[in-house]
């Protein structure tokens, strides 16, 4: 699958058009419903391989390896997980908060103080969630190389990102999608 064509399948699976308010608490008139696409396999397979082209570009570019791959609760769950899948690097989960039962942790997969970690997000609008991963990982002791965004809405994700001093990429951006 061609990259336009990706663009166009996420668009055709996820676009909704109406009144939607965001994570961000901004409302807007469209809505990349997430788990539309990261549900679908046709859709999913292809994401994992472009995610996995991006991160040996952002290593090489970077000149290191990340020892993990990392995603938030609950749309970069199923990305995260394709792009461990694709790269055969192991990836950890971030909650959105502890849990209250069991082990009652908030990263749930091994992450060892100092390893390296690049996260795998779904739609960044202002890059809130990310960023609250971030906070996390780096509170386990990971040093967070890059975020990988699935789709930036152009809506200050990239600044918010790179003012907390973490790289920021996107596989797709609202007017790759043609939107806006």
């Known amino acids: 699958m061609t990259h336009n064509e990706l663009a166009r399948a996420i668009t055709d699976a996820a676009l909704l058009h109406g009144e ?43 000149g290191q390896r990340a020892d993990r791959l990392a995603g938030a ?28 039962y069991g082990t009652a942790k908030q990263l749930e997969g091994v992450l060892l103080p100092g390893e390296s970690v690049i996260i795998v997000e779904d739609v960044a609008t202002t890059g ?9 990982l780096r509170g386990a002791g990971a040093r967070v190389l890059a975020i990988i965004a699935t789709i930036d809405r152009l809506e200050g994700a990239r600044t918010n990102v790179e003012s907390a001093g973490v790289r920021f990429e996107a596989l797709f951006t609202s007017k790759d999608l043609g939107i806006g």
Request: a positive charge.
């Open 20 to 62: 939607f308010t965001l994570r961000s608490g901004r409302t807007s008139r469209y809505y990349l419903d997430k788990y539309l696409f990261t549900t679908r396999p046709d859709v999913l397979g292809p994401l994992a391989d472009v995610f996995a082209a991006r991160i040996a570009e952002v290593e090489a570019s970077m």
């Open 73 to 100: 609760e609950l749309g970069g769950i199923p990305l995260v997980t394709a792009a461990s899948l694709r790269t055969g690097r192991p990836c950890v989960l971030v909650r959105n908060r502890k849990k209250d």
């Open 128 to 136: 809130g969630q990310a960023l609250e991963a971030v906070a996390v």
